[in-house]
């Protein structure tokens, strides 16, 4: 139990276009769901909280205008990156919280983002 | 500022040597720390711990919490070159939302 998917987790796209990544709880349903990126030889760095039906908090740094995030279900998240540019090119990573005493909170495989 | 440090941030072993990892933390309203392992795709979850003392087991991997001198060591024994990943560090504060902060991470390469 308690697996996400992510998709796609490859792409390669060029420089100004808009890319739609998707994060889904298969088995469980997510109020909060996460999404991180991570760049090479460095940590996960959390960008933002998606909370099902109600607007996403970023974290300081992060453009709210970039990265959109959408969450229209509680298996469902969203992320956009928006104009991307070759800066954005990225692992990106998506979590799933599951209900419980502990709120224990499930990744996705993830997402490699190439930007040309 | 909540900040999760983890040491040494990489390590070279034998196979069958047994390497400790590290993990200090400074969080204000402590929740849990949890240890991953990551090797090409996303984190897998290890342990998660709460309380000081009690030892956390799976397998040949361990783990334990002082949340006195704020710090966890995650302990493999017997390692093998399937051990061989990025083994990641996490913190949750209470009401937080969730928010997990991770550490740099430990680069552990388990050598034939």
């Known amino acids: 139990g308690a697996v996400v998917s992510q998709h796609p987790s490859w792409v390669i796209c060029k420089s100004g276009t808009s890319v739609k990544i998707e994060c889904r709880s298969l088995?469980?349903?997510?109020?909060?769901m996460f999404w991180y990126r991570q760049f090479p030889k460095q940590s996960l760095m959390l960008m933002a909280t998606s909370n099902e039906g109600s607007k996403a908090t970023y974290e300081q740094g992060v453009e709210k205008d970039k990265f959109l995030i959408n969450h229209a279900s509680l298996t469902l998240s969203t992320l956009t990156v928006t104009s991307a540019h070759p800066e954005d090119s990225s692992f990106y990573i998506c979590s799933a919280e599951h209900g419980g005493a502990y709120n224990e909170q499930f990744f996705g495989p993830g997402t490699r983002l190439t930007v040309l | 500022e909540d900040k999760v440090v983890q040491s040494p941030l990489s390590l070279v072993v034998h196979e069958g040597d047994t390497v400790t990892l590290n993990c200090s933390y400074e969080v204000t309203n402590f929740r849990s720390l949890l240890w991953y392992k990551q090797e090409k795709k996303a984190p897998t979850f290890l342990f998660m711990l709460t309380s000081s003392g009690i030892e956390k087991k799976s397998g040949r991997l361990s783990s334990i919490l002082d949340k006195k001198e704020l710090f966890s060591i995650l302990n493999i024994t017997a390692t093998q070159t399937g051990d061989s990943a990025v083994y990641l560090c996490a913190v949750e504060a209470w009401n937080q939302g969730g928010k997990l902060i991770f550490g740099q991470g430990t680069e552990l390469s388990v050598k034939p």
């Open positions: 088995d469980f349903q997510a109020t909060t």
